[in-house]
Nanobody, 121 residues
Framework: HVQLVESGGGLVQAGGSLRLSCVVS????????MAWYRQAPGKQRELVAA???????NYADSLKGRFTISRDNAKNAVSLQMNSLKAEDTSVYYC???????????????WGQGTQVTVSS
């Protein structure tokens, strides 16, 4: 069984910063990819940033320069540093991990429960 536990959301003023963290626990052989997504009310879930086990990173074009994703492979953790936050960044942020639980297991997708980020203008 694999679990993703997020932390770090909250309320911040526009221009401020927040750091989200997510730890993956359970039976884990490898985590080929980890990512952060977000979903605002009435909108589809969208990719914020993704990072592979080798450190390759992909950001949503609109967020480049303000958000930074990082990963600690030893701790099975991923973080998202969010700077210069805007009101439009208000969303529920979800941690995502693609996990293989053994050498013969296929990679499965797991999601965290979501953490609310609210940016006041």
């Amino acid at each position: 069984h694999v679990q993703l536990v997020e932390s770090g959301g909250g309320l911040v003023q526009a221009g401020g910063s927040l750091r989200l963290s997510c730890v993956v626990s359970g039976t884990i052989f490898s985590i080929p990819a980890m990512a952060w997504y977000r979903q605002a009310p009435g909108k589809q879930r969208e990719l914020v940033a993704a990072i592979t086990g080798g450190g390759s990173i992909n950001y949503a074009d609109s967020l480049k320069g303000r958000f930074t994703i990082s990963r600690d492979n030893a701790k099975n953790a991923v973080s998202l540093q969010m700077n210069s936050l805007k009101a439009e960044d208000t969303s529920v942020y979800y941690c995502y991990a693609a996990v293989a639980q053994s050498t013969t297991d296929r990679v499965r997708q797991y999601w965290g429960q979501g953490t609310q980020v609210t940016v006041s203008s």
